[in-house]
């Protein structure tokens, strides 16, 4: 593939990510739905695991972005030591790839957590488990969650492609 395929690939895996994450939510998945509908390697299961990974983990805010980890989750699936392997190693090439994507992630959007993430994007930090919190957050961050989300997709795209 040359490089302007490559691009228009993660052109398009940014706008099946961006899209998914404004019209369902859950920016894990909709990472790993748009990597998987562009490139393969990601099955429905993988998908599924991920949804209690929003908002930084149960809508906690308190751990990684979920689009991040998505993004990770990627990474691993295609680089990431087998099963079978346990015992073989760390598979060093798979924590180079996701520590270049958390450290990009980082650049750009200035944290990692959702809660880093929140106050970023708004100003402040919400407690998404009140419904009237978690409307104003969606309010206030406008598209960056989903600006977020299709990053991700595609530079894992044009890490992996």
């Not at 990597?35 to 949804?51: F, M, N, R, Y």
Request: hydrophobic residues 35%; charged residues 25%; proline residues 1%.
């Amino acid at each position: 593939m040359n490089a302007d395929e490559k691009q228009a690939l993660a052109q398009q895996a940014y706008d099946k990510a961006l899209r998914y994450e404004l019209d369902y939510g859950c920016c894990p998945q909709c990472v790993l739905a748009a990597i998987q509908e562009t490139v393969g390697g990601i099955d429905d299961a993988t998908i599924k695991a991920v949804h209690g990974l929003s908002g930084g983990g149960g809508l906690m805010a308190e751990g990684t972005c979920g689009a991040l980890t998505g993004g990770l989750v990627a990474l691993s699936a295609r680089y990431g030591r087998d099963r079978d392997k346990l015992d073989k190693g760390r598979c060093i090439n798979n924590f180079k790839k996701c520590r270049e994507l958390v450290e990009r992630f980082r650049a750009e959007f200035g944290g990692v957590t959702c809660s880093q993430l929140q106050q970023q994007f708004t100003g402040k930090t919400y407690d998404m488990w009140q419904a009237e919190e978690y409307q104003a957050f969606c309010q206030a961050r406008g598209d960056k969650c989903a600006e977020a989300t299709g990053k991700v997709t595609q530079w894992v795209i044009e890490m992996t492609a």
